[in-house]
């Protein structure tokens, strides 16, 4: 089954910038990755989306990042990063990467969503 597997979160000064990526492990096999994103999630809150790519390269942002923040995908790769630049504390919060996935290896086609297991981004003031 596919996974996805983040790395590149860790502590980071206020205004500093911090980098994550997230790449697909396991078979590939009859399984297309579309659009794929991510989110964050601070103790206490609802997890909040921040980004999403598609497989062409349209991205989107929530206003709490834009500018900020930037989204890409290596497609060849299966993986997208984040680049976070201007961090400020309330940025601080376990970051999820997501991924829109056809999954054809069945009888048939069916869209599921994958989930990272999530890393750790502090920014410290």
């Known amino acids: 089954q596919v996974q996805l597997v983040e790395s590149g979160g860790g502590l980071v000064q206020d205004g500093g910038s911090l980098g994550l990526s997230c790449a697909t492990s396991?078979?590939?096999?009859?399984?297309?990755?579309?659009?794929m994103g991510w989110y964050r999630q601070a103790p206490g809150k609802q997890r909040e989306w921040l980004a999403t790519?598609?497989?062409?390269?349209?991205?989107s942002y929530s206003d709490s990042v834009k500018g900020r923040f930037t989204i890409s995908r290596a497609n060849a790769k299966n993986t997208v990063f984040l680049q976070m630049n201007s961090l400020e504390p309330e940025d601080t919060a376990v970051y999820y990467c997501?991924?829109?996935?056809?999954?054809?290896?069945?009888?048939?086609?069916?869209?599921?969503?994958?989930w990272g297991q999530g890393t750790q981004v502090t920014v410290s003031s």
């Open positions: 997501h991924a829109d996935i056809e999954d054809c290896t069945g009888y048939g086609c069916y869209d599921r969503a994958a």
């Open positions: 396991g078979s590939m096999f009859m399984i297309t990755v579309n659009a």
């Open positions: 790519i598609t497989s062409s390269g349209h991205t």
